[in-house]
Nanobody, 129 residues
Framework: VQLQESGGDSVQAGGSLLLSCTYSEYAGSGFCMGWFRQSPGNEREGVAGIYTGSQKTYYRDSVKGRFTISQDSAKNTLFLQMNGLKPEDTAVYYC???????????????????????WGKGTQVIVSS
C-alpha cells in the first residue's frame, strides 16, 4: 500500500486545515488507517484512526471535538479535518495503514507508531499563535 499526504500549511491559531492521504489500493473488506504526527524532539504519536470496513473512528484525547477523520473509499482517500488548531498541533502529519493487524483499530491513537505497516512521507502543519 502506497500512501501520499497533502494539505499541510501554516495557519494562525484557531484556524482550520484539511489533510488528505491518497492510497494506492484498497486492501479487501476493511483495514485500519490513521494519522500520526511528530513534532521536533518528540516521538511520533497517534492522532486519529478509522476502520475502513465499519467507518468507526477513534481519536486521541487532545484532538477530540476538534479533528475529524474520514475516508472516501471510492476515491481511495483518507482525510483529517482539523479545526480550532493550536500551536501545540504543530508537527509533521503522517498517514499510516495496517492490513491484517492483530490489535483493535480503536487503540490506534495510543499505539506505538512502529505497530503500523505502511507510511506516507508526511506533510508539515505549522500553527502560529
Amino acid at each position: 500500500v502506497q500512501l501520499q499526504e497533502s494539505g499541510g500549511d501554516s495557519v494562525q491559531a484557531g484556524g482550520s486545515l484539511l489533510l488528505s492521504c491518497t492510497y494506492s489500493e484498497y486492501a479487501g473488506s476493511g483495514f485500519c488507517m490513521g494519522w500520526f504526527r511528530q513534532s521536533p524532539g518528540n516521538e511520533r504519536e497517534g492522532v486519529a484512526g478509522i476502520y475502513t470496513g465499519s467507518q468507526k473512528t477513534y481519536y486521541r484525547d487532545s484532538v477530540k471535538g476538534r479533528f475529524t477523520i474520514s475516508q472516501d473509499s471510492a476515491k481511495n482517500t483518507l482525510f483529517l479535518q482539523m479545526n480550532g488548531l493550536k500551536p501545540e498541533d504543530t508537527a509533521v502529519y503522517y498517514c499510516a495503514a495496517i492490513v491484517g493487524g492483530t490489535w483493535p483499530c480503536a487503540t490506534l491513537p495510543n499505539r506505538d507508531y512502529r505497530d503500523m505497516d505502511y507510511w506516507g512521507k508526511g506533510t508539515q502543519v505549522i500553527v502560529s499563535s
